[in-house]
């Protein structure tokens, strides 16, 4: 059983950033791929990033490539997710996801979820 808490959403001009971190709990942190998904109001919600267990493959939506960075320290169990030169469409709520399952090139969800924080981008 993984419990994972998110921080670090808030409110952020355009071409502002914020650093997301999820903290989970229980020993088994480092044996699980982790992501992060956002939704928005009214759209399903969408694969945004994931590490892999070792934290040497990442992965990344095309509408963030370039922009943010998924990473973790196990250490801490701990993942991270540096955005960079947001625009108001990356508003939304952003969870965490451990355990991740996959369909194609890229995870579509995970066994365990956050919360979620909220990411609000004004223009």
């Known amino acids: 059983q993984v419990q994972l808490v998110e921080s670090g959403g808030g409110l952020v001009q355009a071409g502002g950033s914020l650093r997301l971190s999820c903290a989970a709990s229980g020993r088994t942190f480092s044996s699980y791929g982790m992501g992060w998904f956002r939704q928005a109001p009214g759209k399903e919600r969408e694969f945004v990033a994931a590490v892999r267990r070792s934290g040497g493959i990442t992965y990344y939506s095309d509408s963030v490539k370039g922009r943010f960075t998924i990473s973790r320290d196990n250490a801490k169990n701990t993942v991270y997710l540096q955005m960079n030169s947001l625009k108001p469409e990356d508003t939304a709520v952003y969870y965490c996801?451990?355990?991740?399952?996959?369909?194609?090139?890229?995870?579509?969800?995970?066994?365990?979820w956050g919360q979620g924080t909220q990411v609000t981008v004004s223009s």
């Open positions: 996801a451990a355990d991740l399952y996959w369909r194609g090139s890229y995870p579509q969800g995970g066994n365990y």
